[in-house]
């Protein structure tokens, strides 16, 4: 059972995909799923890892789908945040159910219902060992809550941002619509957007690499994948500033 000294990462940002929340469940949130990310966020508390949560809203609204349906597409957008405050809500009463202390906090204000986001609070919570959900993305329209993950990582000094997602690493092409995609992994960040790799939004990739902040994709659902990175694993694919070419595999 690894221990407070196994860890390799004191504070990490953690995105999670909405998406992942619906389960098998074409809309919504499924409280199985949540329990069992609770869980393997227990297992990092446990072992005295700091987390910033981002979670994205993709099983509720987003801003272009709803644009797409004939919305103005800053409602749309306004939309979106909200769906992410609704998961945020969902997610922190998973974590508290399982005695995890957290607080949510919300880039747009919303008073009586989370508290405004505020990263001086935000570290003095993380240091007290909470966890601290980061909502309504980056409260600005036409962004995405990779953006807001990755702002929110930098901002709070974390080590790493892991983003947890259906796909086991970055791929040479979308691994769910081309088969002959290859997997990476490592890769730097220029490499992602030249490739355009679209694993992450390139505003996201962007703000990682002005701050040197290393990115972790890495698959959700593979149970103990989480705790496996932060003891030195190596699952999914790493992406940093500067690699050895021939350190990627394709
Ligand atoms: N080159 C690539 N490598 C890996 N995945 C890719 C690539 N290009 C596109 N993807 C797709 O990107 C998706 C990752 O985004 P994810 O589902 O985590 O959603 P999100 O938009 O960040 O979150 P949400 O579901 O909350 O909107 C993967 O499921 C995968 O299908
Ligand atoms: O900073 C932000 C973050 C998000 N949005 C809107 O919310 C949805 C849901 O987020 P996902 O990252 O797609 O899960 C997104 O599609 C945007 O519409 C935003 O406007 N600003």
């Known amino acids: 059972m690894p221990t407070t000294r196994d860890k390799k990462y004191k504070r990490i940002l953690l995105k999670l995909s909405g998406e992942q929340l619906m389960g098998e469940e074409g809309f919504g949130i499924d409280p199985k799923v949540l329990d069992k990310m609770a869980l393997e966020i227990g297992q990092l508390v446990g072992i005295g ?31 979106g945040m909200l769906a992410t405050v609704m998961n945020a809500l969902a997610m922190r009463d998973a974590l508290e159910r399982s005695n995890i202390s957290c607080r949510v906090m919300s880039a ?10 505020d990263r001086r609070r935000a570290i003095r919570f993380l240091e007290s060992g909470e966890v ?57 960040f220029d490499e992602v957007l030249d490739k355009k790799l679209g694993v992450m939004d390139l505003t996201a990739i962007c703000l990682c690499r002005e701050h040197d902040l290393p990115v972790r994709v890495f ?14 694993g190596t699952e999914g694919t790493l992406i940093e500033e500067n690699i050895n070419e021939e350190d990627n595999n394709v």
Request: hydrophobic fraction near 40%; glycine fraction near 12%; charged fraction near 20%.
């Open 49 to 79: 890892v700091q987390i910033g949560l981002v979670i994205g809203g993709g099983n509720l609204f987003r801003g272009a789908a709803l644009n797409a349906a004939g919305l103005d597409r800053v409602t749309g957008d306004h939309m």
């Open 108 to 117: 747009i204000p919303m008073s009586g219902i989370v508290e405004h986001y």
């Open 132 to 188: 601290v959900i980061f909502s309504a993305g980056t409260g600005n329209p036409f962004f995405t809550t990779d953006s807001a993950a990755c702002l929110r990582g930098i901002e709070v000094e974390s080590d790493l941002v892991l983003k947890a997602t259906k796909v086991d690493g970055v791929y040479s092409a979308d691994p769910m619509k081309d088969p002959t995609a290859t997997k990476y992994d490592r890769l730097s």
């Open 219 to 232: 698959q959700m659902d593979k149970a103990g994948a989480l705790l496996n990175i932060i003891t030195g």
